[in-house]
């Protein structure tokens, strides 16, 4: 839905655009451009805008983004709010015209003086965002509100938003839950994930694992892969819903197969285990593979286990040794530790003892168990460090008070993070309808 539809019609000229409206359901689009052509030529602002909208889906002529704006500037400059948001909206994506953020600004601030919501929406967001205006979350407010009280889900899901960081108004996760709540019922997919993890958390309202799966479960429907990887946690660790492996290996698929590198992880490990599923470490190790390669430090780390233990793949200690690096220098404290033990036996890269207790203090000063039990052994053994028996102890003592429990559960964790929806941009609202409080901060 980039551009407004062929559907709010003057009442004088409801006859003809009835046709008009009737022929664009039909698909028939020689027929609307008959009847929409000489309306246009006459100077009739709606059936400018119509030809504008044709030009700028491809419908029934070749597709031309000169043409539409042109369209749509002759019915925006006779007042037509429904030009000028989409209008505003050609300058702000450049399509047509140079990109052109004052411009934008411009005619989406036309458009908005007539209460167009879509317009007044996206002015929002351009203060929001300092866009062709300076960035002033409390003016950014006053228009999202506006929208959303005409029920626009996008301005109700940005209002939220701005509520739930106390950017322009002060914090209430109670207005956040409140506005979420409102665009969830229109079908808004991020509304929907926002209202489940204002559940998860506890926050606005009355914690519960059940609606937050409830809601989770809404936008998963809609394909949300953020969603669908909370849902697939929820199912394999019985929050708000039936312990059931099976179910959560079919959410953590969902979301894998839409790119979502954490859920990839998880149905790798589950399928290398053989939870709900009988174990295959060879499509364990694909599925870790496609997260690692994205850049995801805990699949690149696991990708190297499985490489130092040969399962799903031939062993292969020069390639664990790549992968873990990848995620070391990322900070993830099991890729240094396991990079230092490495080093210190000389598998799959040089041994240097040096090298081993600077990777094992990283993941030690993290607070990583095994590493403060092997930095102990180099202080104890004067490895790669000045032997110190003092220094040893204070690491063995650290290991042994931090020791995990023994069942404790090793996956990617769930977050009950709201989604800024100009972040995750790729899953849904495009222009006129920006929608988020921040598209960077």
Known sequence: MGLLALVVVAPALAEPHDDAVAAYHRRDYASVL????????????????GLGFLYAHGQGVRQDDVQAVRWFRRAADQGLADAQADLGFMYASGRGVTKSESEALRWYRKAADQNH????????????????????????????RKAAEQGHADAQVNLGFMYDNGWGVRR???????????????????????????YLAGLGVRRDDTEA?????????????????????????????????????????EAANR?????????????????????????????????????????????????????????????????????????????????????AMGQGVPSDDVEAALWYRLAAD?????????????YEAGRGVVQDAAEARRWYDLAAAGAPPADARDDAGMTDDRVDPTILDDQVAQAPRPVGGRSRR
């Open 172 to 198: 209430s996760y109670t207005e956040a839950f409140a506005f979420y709540r409102r665009a969830a019922a229109q079908g808004h997919v991020i509304a929907q994930y926002n209202v489940g993890s204002l």
């Open 259 to 343: 790119g979502d590198v954490r859920a990839q992880v998880n149905l790798a490990a589950m399928i290398a285990d053989g939870q709900g599923i009988p174990p295959d470490p060879a499509e364990a190790a694909v599925w870790y593979r496609r997260a690692a390669t994205q850049g995801y430090a805990e699949a690149q780390y696991r990708l190297g286990l499985m490489f130092g233990e040969g399962r799903g793949v031939p062993p292969d200690d020069a390639e664990a040794a790549r992968w873990y690096r990848l995620a070391a220098i990322q900070g993830h404290a099991a890729a240094q530790c396991s990079l230092g033990s490495l080093y």
């Open 34 to 49: 008959q009847i929409l052509r000489p309306l246009a030529a006459q100077g009739e602002a709606r059936a400018q805008f």
């Open 117 to 144: 919501a879509v317009a007044q929406n996206n002015l929002g967001f351009m203060y929001a965002n300092g866009q062709g205006v300076r960035r002033n979350d409390a003016t950014a407010v006053g228009w999202y």
């Open 366 to 378: 993290q607070g990583h168990v095994g590493a403060q039990s092997s930095l102990g052994f180099m």
């Open 213 to 253: 799966a409830k809601w989770y479960l809404e936008a998963a429907f809609q394909d949300y892969a953020a969603a669908q990887f909370n849902l697939g946690y929820m199912y394999a660790h019985g929050r708000g819903v039936p312990q059931d492996d099976v179910t959560a290996l079919e959410w953590y698929r």
